[in-house]
């Protein structure tokens, strides 16, 4: 059964040889195991036979980007989704984010402009990820020879994007949207559509072009350790009409719907369903999301990916095996689940422990 097979079945809840895997990873996790080991030119996908591969929709309203300094430990960039940003140079940890460009909506009304979608222009979708993607976008020749390539793989495909919450902040800045929530929510709608219409246009564009993926994967934190970052009827009100767009959109063509949220979001879980959310990830142990209660309150509509606690995985060996083996074997049943940690592989997870792992994964989500 190769990679696309494999998650078309899980998600349908057909019959499955084992459960579909992938993982992410913390850019020093990667550095630290090429030490331990792993070969230096070994690209993850292909080294952890993946079931899937990903695309990255660049939804930004491009503004210029470029490097104001480094000194060797941190770098400071002007991105082009409307911030600037300090971060550590290749370790994965808090951002620090210096400024946003929408100071208010006359500037607003100026920066729109750039999330209308010029076919003209260098393509929108890359195999690099749009985080801190320093290089020129490919042409749109040269993104469809890309995703040829990742079909040939026999894996599923999902193209990734910031979802209207994500990319929002981005640019308006995250407290200052929070605010927005409040004060003027019609604001937040306006910016939050030209985005996703933008997505959709991407999307839309890549299937006219012969590259159409098996799902958009929508990345939009919503909540943290306590719950949502703000109620659920804030979210219903602004964000839900997006997401149902979304659903509708991807649904009529063949596509699947998921999410990667980080934080506890059970609140909204009956909305992203209602909404026709497919898939949902990463599951976040550390927050409160338990795989048992999910399977049994969601698992019907809902194919559930990760929950595998990262902070179980580099402890005791015994403690892993029982973190992979238990929730699996709960996970699995009847299918609607696939493998990930519940967020991404930091460095206290070693080489050989990974590895390990992933025989613990193979075993007990055999069928």
């Known amino acids: 059964m190769d990679g696309r097979t494999r998650v078309a079945n899980a998600i349908a809840r057909r019959p499955l040889d084992r459960i579909p895997r992938y993982d992410s990873f913390w850019e020093d996790t990667l550095t630290a195991w090429r030490a331990q080991g792993m070969p230096a030119d070994a ?8 079931d899937m591969r990903m695309m990255h929709i660049d939804a930004s309203m491009r503004q210029d980007q470029r490097v104001l300094e480094s000194d060797g430990t941190f770098i400071v960039y002007k991105d082009r989704a409307g911030y600037t940003v300090r971060k550590m140079i290749g370790k994965s940890r808090a951002l620090d984010w210096l400024d946003h460009v929408t100071k208010d909506k006359e500037t607003w009304r100026e920066l729109r402009r750039g999330f209308a979608f010029d076919p003209k222009a260098s393509a929108r979708l890359d195999v690099k990820s749009y985080f801190a993607h320093m290089d020129a976008y490919p042409t749109w020749t040269e993104a469809k020879a890309q995703f040829d390539r990742l079909r040939a793989t026999g894996k599923a495909i999902a193209f990734a994007v910031y979802g209207p919450w994500e990319a929002t902040w981005r640019h308006r800045g995250y407290t200052q949207l929070l605010m927005d929530l409040a004060m003027d929510p019609d604001w937040v709608v306006e910016m939050a559509t030209a985005q996703s219409d933008l997505v959709i246009a991407c999307l839309q564009h890549s299937i006219d072009a012969g590259m159409k993926p098996d799902a958009l994967f929508l990345i939009d934190d919503l909540a943290c350790t306590r719950g949502l970052l703000f109620s659920p009827d804030s979210w219903r009100q602004i964000f839900k009409p997006v997401y149902a767009q ?3 959109f991807l649904h009529a063509h063949g596509m699947g719907f998921w999410l990667h949220c980080c934080g ?7 909305d992203l369903i209602q909404c026709g959310l497919d898939v949902l990830q990463p599951l976040q142990a550390q927050a409160g999301m338990v795989i048992t209660q999910l399977k049994r309150d969601f698992g019907r509509d809902l194919t559930l990916w990760g929950n595998i606690d990262v902070t179980k995985l580099s402890g005791p060996e015994a403690e892993c095996e029982a973190e992979v083996r238990d929730k699996i074997l709960a996970a699995k049943t009847g299918g609607g689940y696939m493998y990930h940690s519940d967020h991404s592989i930091p460095p206290e997870v070693t080489f050989d422990r990974y590895q390990r792992i992933m025989e613990l994964v193979d075993r007990y989500g055999g069928y």
């Open 246 to 248: 979304y659903g509708d």
């Open 264 to 270: 506890n979001c059970t609140a909204l879980i009956p």
């Open 43 to 50: 690209d993850p996908d292909e080294f952890f036979d993946w």
